[in-house]
């Protein structure tokens, strides 16, 4: 197959590469930068990359601006215009295009859903978050961001390609500079404990889940609409470090309250809401349609990832 990925030069466009290249599949990819492996657009306008998207049999855009930084005006309108630019013009140029891809996948987020903790959130009864009264009133820009994401998927016109949202959790890779290497690396230092308490819910996917997944919704051409990248047993917090703390050998977890938090988060340039915000998800169509996890358990997916060569 031939897979275009835009936006893949991040730890997740890494991982689906390092994938579908040792399947023999071929992969293209573009990047804002361009490099001599990458093709270079702006995530805005037609171009030249569009005859990517003619040869293209999957599209898998990943494009967006990181999630991890400081949530100020002009980095939540950059992740705003970055996701929802870069949407519509795939769009665009797939229906433009003379032979266009089978399937369209569309990363997307697990934090469209609800913070709560009494039910997770699955895609048939799950609660799109933004009316929460229990949390800070700025979270409710990250569930506009991922709803203007979705809504640019649906207006875009292309009967002959199959739309799929990826509500996607964590994806836990080895990969220095992913989400594990940086949760790894504050546990090594004894900053791996329960954070606030630690009830809220943490939603992840091991990297060869997401990987599988993903080639089973290629596969599937059944399933389109929203589907959740999740493994199907989330868990609170303290639990999710307890689990990592024991994967490294490291028996001390120093505690952080709210303000600590918040204190961290600053030094660190990202935002409490990715650590505060309880993110119970549960990839019911997957379930449903007999995909069957390999890493369904933090523990087990903890130690694989402590002992993976990077």
Not at 146 to 154: R, S, Y
Request: hydrophobic share 40%; proline share 5%; net charge neutral.
């Amino acid at each position: 197959m031939n897979i275009l990925i835009p936006g893949g030069t991040g730890q997740v466009g890494q991982v689906l590469a390092r994938h579908f290249i040792a399947q023999g599949h071929a992969v293209s990819i573009l990047s804002r930068s361009g490099s001599d492996e990458t093709t270079r657009w702006d995530g805005e306008t037609l171009g030249d990359w569009t005859s990517l998207v003619d040869d293209a049999d999957i599209v898998i855009n990943l494009a967006g601006r990181s999630v991890n930084c400081r949530y100020t005006q002009a980095n939540l309108r950059e992740m705003m215009d970055s996701r929802v630019d870069s949407t519509r013009v795939i769009g665009q140029a797939i229906e433009q295009s003379k032979s266009p891809p089978s399937v369209w996948l569309q990363m997307s987020t697990a934090t469209i859903y609800a913070h709560r903790f009494d039910a997770p959130n699955d895609e048939y009864s799950g609660i799109i978050g933004g009316d929460e009264r229990d949390v800070p009133g700025y979270w409710r820009r990250s569930i506009e961001i991922a709803n203007a994401w979705e809504a640019e998927l649906d207006r875009a016109n292309t009967p002959r390609t199959r739309k799929v949202a990826l509500r996607t959790a964590m994806v836990m890779s080895p990969d220095p500079g992913g989400v594990f290497s940086v949760l790894k690396g504050l546990t090594q230092r004894f900053l791996g404990g329960s954070i606030a308490g630690g009830n809220q819910f943490v939603s992840w996917i091991h990297e060869k889940d997401f990987v599988n997944a993903i080639e089973f919704l290629i596969e599937r051409d059944d399933l389109d609409g929203p589907i959740n990248l999740a493994s199907p047993n989330p868990l609170p917090q303290r639990d999710f470090q307890r689990d990592l703390r024991k994967a490294l050998a490291v028996s001390i977890g120093l505690p952080a309250t709210k303000w600590m938090a918040e204190i961290g988060a600053i030094f660190m340039k990202t935002d409490t809401e990715l650590i505060l915000k309880s993110r119970n998800v549960v990839p019911a169509r997957l379930l449903d349609a007999g995909f069957k996890f390999q890493y369904p358990m933090w523990a087990d997916a903890a130690r694989a990832l402590a002992f993976a060569r990077q």
